[in-house]
């Protein structure tokens, strides 16, 4: 048997297909180091960092707009609070005013009644001063008229406290 | 008759034009019947006409996809996006049939065993190129190659033994182990016919589309023969009808060997690694 086949491989005619079959075989090997190195292994390399890179933008994308989304929701809040804020602010302000004027009316009639009171402790100091002095003047008067009627010079300490009693009984009366 | 036969005969020529029947002529078979034919370079092509249309392939596709591939381009260009669309869909086909794992491990083979046969078939139809794979050297180193392959693929896999034992039908009770003389020899033929049946059926698809075109152009020679114009070496191009069905029976019968490839591939697998 092992004769036989080496006899069949001597042959010329099978010697050539061997030599063309394993020319064949490295022509479609090296074909498939050559896909094998730059094209399967390349492409597939980039298909998979492309799918990747898409795959993280798309992430990336989907964490922006829920980030955007939480910001419009803050924004809309604060919009609102706005609203509020202004309302209350101007309530503030309203009120300030308000109390302020109260104060400044509060003061202003405390100055009022101030002055109206030293006003009327003045007019009342007058109006004891210039009764004491007519007091003294309707003595004095009374004290002269007296002497000279009576024309005799009258004790003035003694008529004088006299005079002052009546014009006190006058006057509570 | 005589001029047109003549036509015929330099347009159809076939290599073994003393046993079969014509095929188209290709740049080689012209060459060899020029005043060049007993130059050595002539001679030697014709010698070697088929590995020299394959390596002619391997030369013009390897040409052709380093510089496709040289500028990774994250935003392809329209022939780096179809050389994508290319090895996306057939890592796709391959990973849905071996798993992901074993899909992206076996697509360099796979999918480069495609490529050539189907590039190799397509030769055919393109002025003065020749399918190789018309050649029954070619599909049975390709076949033989798959054989290989396969058998590495199960030996590395499974062990030696691991592989024996698959060979043997996996016995595990009495009954499995009485049948092991029967199953053993079984297998053994199994896998020796694989490559003898992928290689066959590829050889006599494309070969017979081959023939096919080759009758074609033969015919419309002769046609345009009977309308007067002999003299004028020119043909009516009916072999357009065959070229249709071969660019059909050429993909699918590159389809067909990569499909049982696998299959041949995805048997030897252990079993926890199949999909």
């Known amino acids: 048997m092992l004769q036989s086949l080496l006899t069949t491989l001597s042959d010329p005619k099978v010697h050539e297909a061997i030599a063309q079959i394993v020319t064949q075989i490295i022509a479609f090997l090296v074909f498939v180091w050559i896909l094998k190195k730059f094209a399967w292994g390349r492409l597939l390399q980039l298909l998979d960092e492309r799918k990747e890179k898409i795959s993280s933008e798309f992430d990336r994308i989907k964490a922006l707009e829920e980030k955007f989304i939480a910001l419009e929701h803050d924004y809309n809040e604060k919009l609102k609070n706005i609203d509020v804020e202004a309302r209350r602010i101007i309530q503030d302000a309203i009120a300030d005013g308000r109390r302020m004027a109260q104060q400044i009316a509060d003061k202003a009639r405390q100055d009022a009644r101030q002055i109206t009171d030293k006003a009327q402790q003045n007019i009342e100091m007058e109006v004891t001063k210039a009764r004491l002095q007519l007091k003294q003047d309707i003595i004095k008067m009374t004290l002269l008229a007296t002497e000279k009627i009576i024309k005799e010079r009258l004790d003035e300490a003694k008529h004088r406290q006299l005079i002052s009693s009546f014009i006190d009984t006058i006057e509570k009366n | ?275």
Request: charged share 15%; proline share 6%; aromatic share 12%.
């Open chain 2, 1 to 275: 008759m005589s001029v047109t036969t003549e036509h015929a005969e330099t347009t159809a020529h076939s290599e073994a034009e003393e046993t079969g029947p014509p095929e188209v002529a290709n740049f080689i078979t012209v060459l060899a019947r020029s005043p060049l034919k007993d130059t050595p370079v002539v001679k030697f092509l014709h010698h070697w006409e088929n590995p020299v249309f394959s390596w002619l392939i391997v030369v013009i596709i390897g040409v052709v996809v380093i510089r496709g591939t040289r500028r990774r381009l994250m935003i392809p260009s329209r022939f780096q996006n179809f050389l994508e669309l290319l090895v996306e869909k057939f890592h796709d086909f391959l990973c849905g049939m071996l798993g992901k794992e074993n899909g992206r491990r076996f697509l360099p083979y796979i999918g480069s065993l495609f490529f050539f046969i189907l590039i190799n078939n397509m030769c055919g139809i393109i002025p003065f190129m020749k399918s190789s794979t018309a050649s029954y050297r070619t599909t049975l180193a390709l076949a033989l190659c798959t054989f290989f392959y396969v058998q590495y693929i199960a030996i590395t896999k499974r062990g030696v033994l691991g592989y024996l034992d698959h060979l043997a039908g996996e016995p595990r009770d009495v009954i499995a182990w009485c049948m092991v003389p029967l199953m053993f020899p079984m297998h053994i033929v199994q896998e020796l016919a694989k490559p003898v049946s992928l290689s066959l059926r590829l050889f006599g698809n494309v070969l017979g589309e081959d023939i096919l075109i080759g009758a074609f152009v033969v015919l419309g020679i002769a046609l345009f023969g009977l309308t007067g114009f002999e003299a004028i070496p020119i043909g009516f191009p009916i072999q357009i009808l065959p070229f249709f069905l071969a660019v059909i029976l050429g993909t699918v019968q590159a389809a067909v060997f990569a499909i049982l490839s696998t299959i041949y591939i995805l048997l030897v697998l252990p079993h926890e690694e199949q999909p």
